[in-house]
């Protein structure tokens, strides 16, 4: 007969025991994973990942910049057109006056004519179309009848075309806000990078940056002596407009850097471009992809760069102007200022001539 033993409890010793042995096992598991996670990037990686985040932000500022420009644009149109409107409708109504005219005074005269009566009706091509011929109704009233419904035709055209371009404003405008929120997360994260260093470790970037720049900025001065600049005083600048637009953005070495601003005392990439120039004379459009064909190409090779001509980078993400000597001065990004760096800091897109 078989025996029916009830399992015999756990004692609280032994109970215990399985519970530190269950414990110590969670520990080494635990230990075993942190042992396999990913160290933490180095000094020299999170250089890299910043630099790539500005990069795509600077992108992003200026898909912010052509934004901001179209959507100026299509509010100036907006109002023009809504200018007209206002135009349009006192034109129609001074010819539905008229209209009236002719009515009061065939009432006057004995009553209104059923001629008159459709010629005042909401539908004047059915006026048009049952009136039949021209002996229905006086030359007068036939012109009268045409200039109204010529005016309300241009009237409803110029209410569709204001409205078509309010809804490409309101798209616009979302497009903007979009873009200004890409900017903003994509400099957060780099500042989150910057701040998972120790102090040391971004005092040695700092250290590395200001070295690179001391040495861009020496480069700059021995090219600026070969090739002096002209005079930006009260006079006319002599000089090509390419170099004279290369001493004014000289003259704003150390300005801010502000995502979306041309000038006078803060700039983005573009802005910097679009500033200079306009004070030399001439006037670029706000982008730097639109810069880019702003002018001649002549390749990549800094070999064949002038003075004053434009640097492409990022496939028109970002654009400086060429100094001399291998160098260019640009507004790089947020947290920094007008500066001279090496024109080959990154990839050549293009090296334009205006």
């Known amino acids: 007969m078989a025996s029916h033993r009830r399992p015999k ?5 032994r109970a215990s025991i399985l519970t530190a042995a269950a414990a110590t096992a969670v520990a080494i598991s635990t230990q075993a994973g942190a042992a396999h996670a990913d160290p933490a990037p180095t000094k020299e990686q999170v250089k890299t990942q910043v630099d790539q985040l500005n990069a795509q932000a600077e992108t992003a500022t200026e898909q912010y910049n052509a934004s901001v420009e ?6 100036q149109q907006v109002t023009q057109l809504q ?36 010629m005042l009706s909401s539908d004047p091509d059915s006026f048009l179309t049952r009136a039949g011929s021209a002996s229905q109704m006086s030359a007068t009233q036939a012109d009268t009848l045409k200039s109204f419904k010529a005016e309300q035709a241009k009237l409803d055209g110029q209410k569709a075309e204001a409205q078509q371009k309010l809804a490409q404003l309101d798209s616009v405008t979302h497009d903007l806000k979009t873009q200004k929120e890409s900017v903003q997360a994509k400099l957060a994260q780099a500042t989150a990078l910057l701040d998972s260093l120790t102090q040391k470790e971004r005092d040695e970037l700092a250290a590395a940056q200001a070295k690179a720049d001391a040495a861009a ?23 090509s407009y390419a170099a004279q637009a290369l001493a004014y953005a000289e003259g704003k070495l150390g ?34 992809a639109e810069q880019w064909h702003a002018g001649t190409s002549i390749g990549t090779n800094v070999a064949n760069a002038r003075p004053g001509d434009l640097v ?43």
């Open 9 to 13: 409890p756990v004692g609280r010793t």
């Open 70 to 75: 179209k959507q100026q644009q299509l509010q």
């Open 83 to 118: 200018d007209s409107v206002a135009r349009q409708q006192a034109q129609v109504s001074t010819v539905q006056s008229r209209l009236a005219e002719v009515a009061a005074q065939q009432y006057r005269d004995g009553g209104i004519s059923s001629t008159v009566q459709l």
């Open 217 to 239: 900025t020496a480069a700059a001065g021995r090219a600026s002596r070969d090739t002096p600049r002209p005079s930006l005083g009260n006079t006319t600048p002599s000089g």
């Open 255 to 288: 300005a801010t850097y502000v995502y979306g601003a041309a000038g006078p005392s803060t700039f983005d990439c573009s802005g910097l471009v679009q500033w200079a120039f306009r004070q030399a004379g001439v006037s670029l459009p706000r982008t730097a």
């Open 312 to 354: 492409v980078y990022e496939g028109g993400g970002h654009i400086a102007i060429y100094v001399g000597g291998g160098q260019v001065i640009h507004a790089p990004h947020t947290g920094t200022v007008v500066k001279y760096a090496s024109a080959t800091m990154m990839p050549i897109t293009a090296i334009v001539r205006v």
